[in-house]
């Protein structure tokens, strides 16, 4: 059957930039900046993640700097008025911290991120201890896999296992992540299978599938979203 899918432990940056509760402003606008990211988790003593600093926390110190807010601004945007006023990552950060384990796949990483609204996620141990940050650009590292390898998964995983007796004939092409599958099957029936599951695999982006019955002619085209 086709490869485990990656996972948030295989892509993650280690080790990850984090900050203390105690640590003040200027120092964590200069380690995002040395680090070019958006956002860095607070930590505690035991190295748990208790929240996260990113640029939104940071705005409204710019945004009501040198002016007082309107009544309405101190009744709908209490939030960002205290962080406003916020010197250490204690006052400023967003809790609690938006986490995921290292044994996540990609897609449930990615999943949570659009549906938290983040750009990075602290990825943290059974005890919320930090082990690495994934980013969305992490995420997509699988489709920077060659063409090569995934022809040889399909290969190894799905030809040999659906078409043990016509893998010698079955003809597969890969080309910038899309899949051709060619040539002649025993069971028709097992086509849309072949597709599913190598349309299914991480780094593809399309699947171009024309395998027919032994005595057939050639199938159709359909293309993987």
């Not at 984090?18 to 003593?45: C, H, L, N, Y």
């Not at 002649?184 to 982006?205: F, N, Y």
Request: aromatic share 4%; proline share 5%.
């Amino acid at each position: 059957m086709p490869d485990t899918p990656h996972i948030v432990g295989d892509v993650m940056t280690v080790p990850a930039v984090a900050v203390g509760r105690d640590t003040r402003v200027k120092r964590i606008v200069r380690v995002m900046e040395e680090r070019r990211v958006s956002a860095v988790p607070v930590v505690s003593g035991g190295g748990r993640v208790v929240g996260v600093v990113s640029e939104a926390d940071l705005l409204p110190r710019e945004e009501f700097r040198g002016r007082e807010p309107t009544r309405f601004e101190r009744i709908r945007r209490r939030s960002d008025l205290a962080k406003a006023a916020g010197t250490t990552a204690a006052e400023l950060m967003s809790t609690p911290a938006v986490t995921v384990h290292p044994d996540v796949t990609l897609a449930q990483a990615a999943r949570l991120m659009a549906v938290s609204h983040v750009k990075r996620l602290p990825v943290v141990d059974d005890e919320d201890r930090l082990r690495g940050v994934v980013s969305r650009g992490d995420l997509l590292k699988v489709f920077l896999r060659s063409d090569e390898d995934i022809e040889e998964e399909v290969r190894r995983t799905v030809v040999s296992y659906l078409f043990p007796t016509f893998a010698h004939a079955i003809h597969v092409t890969v080309r910038d992540g899309v899949v051709e599958l060619r040539g002649p099957v025993h069971d028709t029936s097992l086509v849309w299978v072949a597709e599913r599951l190598v349309g299914a695999m991480e780094g593809v982006v399309g699947v171009e599938s024309r395998l027919s019955g032994e005595e057939a002619g050639p199938g159709g085209t359909r293309t993987a979203r």
